[in-house]
């Protein structure tokens, strides 16, 4: 039988992509905290331990919504980083990884999603927060963002193109 092992991490920042340093979370390893390595990046990120379901996407029968939840155990800390995440309109980066099952070191980044933290749930039990995407598929709104050579590479000066 093959043991594997998953975690899911997540990061919280702002409109500017500006990492909320103290909302980065792992729920796999109660004990401490793991080093990351985001794709794209080269320097870990120290991750600490918060119990956390992620639901991942799901979408409506017409295909107009996309949307995931988190689900934390109903605490006041956990009640406070949901609703300062919503109250602000944090993004949320999800990383599923893939982990080595005797040393549970990140092995391989299976999927990274991006979403926007949009609703709030709770009761005793448990708090919801409600994830949806960045672009609003009803009045196609679509965050605004330029294009810039830093983020994009070498770009047009004129419209015109020619592939000699």
Request: no cysteine.
């Amino acid at each position: 039988m093959t043991l594997e092992a998953i975690t899911t991490f997540i990061r919280f920042s702002d409109s500017d992509n500006t990492s909320i340093e103290h909302f980065k979370f792992q729920n796999s390893t109660t004990t401490g905290v793991i080093d990351y390595v985001r794709p794209g990046e080269t320097n870990a990120e120290p991750y600490d331990f918060l119990p956390f379901i992620y639901s991942g996407a799901t979408k409506s029968v017409s295909g107009d919504n996309i949307e995931s939840s988190l689900t934390f155990a109903a605490n006041p800390i956990s009640i406070g980083y949901a609703q300062e995440a919503r109250e602000n309109g944090y993004l949320v980066e999800v990383n599923t990884v893939l982990m080595t099952p005797t040393t549970f070191a990140p092995s391989r980044t299976l999927t990274t999603e991006y979403w926007i933290a949009s609703g709030l749930n709770y009761n005793v039990e448990a708090v919801q927060l409600s994830l949806s995407s960045s672009i609003d598929a009803v009045s196609s709104f679509v965050p605004n963002k330029v294009l810039l050579s830093k983020n994009v590479g070498a770009l047009p000066v004129s419209s015109r193109i020619s592939n000699v």
